[in-house]
């Protein structure tokens, strides 16, 4: 089993940042991938970006150049740097996790994500 939790959502306005964090406890998966996704009211679960246990990473093409996806091994922990950040982002975030190595194409995909955190709300205000 693998627990996540997400922090550093909150509400901001356009063209702000924010930084959101995902710490892992429990199972360490050797070769696990990870994941933000994100989903606004009404809409499907979006993957935003995603990154493989040896840096691979891929995001999707509304976030690229504004949003990094990054991890921190020695601290169990996945960040998401969200830089201009546009009303449209707004949605309840969520980090997940594969227990296996995902290709670049699949990364955004959350149907092949095992775990997921319980997710944190990003509001951007025009």
């Known amino acids: 089993q693998v627990q996540l939790v997400e922090s550093g959502g909150g509400s901001v306005q356009a063209g702000g940042s924010l930084r959101l964090s995902c710490v892992a406890s429990?199972?360490?998966?050797?070769?696990?991938?990870w994941g933000w996704f994100r989903q606004a009211p009404g809409k499907e679960r979006e993957g935003v970006a995603g990154?493989?246990?040896?840096?691979?990473?891929r995001s999707t093409d509304s976030v690229k150049g504004r949003f990094t996806i990054f991890q921190d091994n020695a601290k169990n922990t996945l960040y998401l740097e969200m830089n201009s950040l546009k009303p449209e982002d707004t949605a309840m975030y969520y980090c997940a996790a594969a227990i296996t190595r995902l290709s670049w194409w699949s990364l955004l995909l959350p149907n092949l994500y095992n775990y997921w955190g319980q997710g944190t709300q990003v509001t951007v205000s025009s």
């Open positions: 990154i493989t246990s040896d840096g691979i990473t």
């Open positions: 429990g199972h360490t998966y050797r070769g696990a991938s």
